[in-house]
């Protein structure tokens, strides 16, 4: 009996190779998609998507609507993300009465800091409509205050306040700070830089009051990152005149013992029958706290000590 390896070959094959796949082109890519918002028969709440401050290694996800806004049963053909990055997901309704709305979950699962696009198209009997996805990082969710008050200061004294900038993503950003005047006043410096990836630039705000009035200026904040809205600060400060006055006569009375008087007033204990500074003044009448701090501040002014304005 021959063997098995001394058999012919078979020169007809009787299974055929299989063949490789047919791309078939969907026809709903070849139509115009660029409406955005809804038409007259839908509407898309939200218009756009936006995934900012993303986090590396996390699913986001998000739902926008797509409603009949007409008096007739709509259909729509909706046609999902092409990127790996994000993946959307929906009940397929068919046909969709009118008052009716289709949710659409948008999952977006970030791999790197970047910007990334997609867009979601829809296919109706109207104008067809593209929902544009953006994802970006941040660099932080309070990067300026929208005030800064430095209240009452003393006058031809610089007064400072330091804010800092941080940023939280592994990602520089520029920053301009725009005055709205160039008053001597107030200052603030940098005006423009850089703040570092995952690092912090401390902007310091100065005030040097020269009059005794109220004054003010408005700082616009410019951050080069996208979707930013550029808002003011509003920066105010008062010179006051006193001061320096009010902090030696606070030095002064510091260490003086306070005691209470008979009408339920504090006072400064001291001998009786001295003008003053006594409990009692010459008179005999009660000296209350009030009237021993103006008399200090009458003194004090007097005499110059401690350079009183």
Partial sequence: MASVSSLPRATVQLVADAAPPVEVPNPMLNRVYAKVGGNASLAVTPPVMHFGGYRIGR?????????????????VHIIVPSTPFF??????????????????TVHFSPTEARYFYDCVRIHSEDHNLLVPMHAYPVMNQAVFPRA???GKCGVLKRHCREI????????????????SSEDKVFDVQPRRGVVPANGEIVVEVSFTPTALVTSTMEILVKISQFNFEPFVCRVTGTGFPSISRDRGVAALTAN???????D???????????????????????VSTSATVHTLAATFNRTGVGGGL
């Avoid at 699913?59 to 259909?75: D, E, I, L, P, Y």
């Avoid at 800092?164 to 005055?179: D, G």
């Avoid at 003086?256 to 008979?262: P, S």
Wanted: aromatic share 8%; glycine share 12%; charged share 20%.
């Fill in 59 to 75: 699913v986001h996800t998000q739902r926008f609507t797509v409603t009949n806004v007409s008096a007739s049963s709509k259909r």
């Fill in 87 to 104: 993946k959307a997901t929906f009940e397929k309704r068919g046909l969709m009465a009118p008052g009716m709305s289709e949710v659409i």
């Fill in 148 to 150: 800064i008050d430095f």
């Fill in 164 to 179: 800092s900038l941080t940023c939280k993503v592994p990602i520089a950003f520029e920053y301009e700070l725009q005055p």
């Fill in 256 to 262: 003086a013992d306070v005691g209470l008087l008979v």
């Fill in 264 to 286: 339920g007033t504090s006072g400064m204990r001291q001998p009786p029958g001295r003008d003053g500074f006594g409990r009692h003044g010459a008179s005999g009448k009660a």
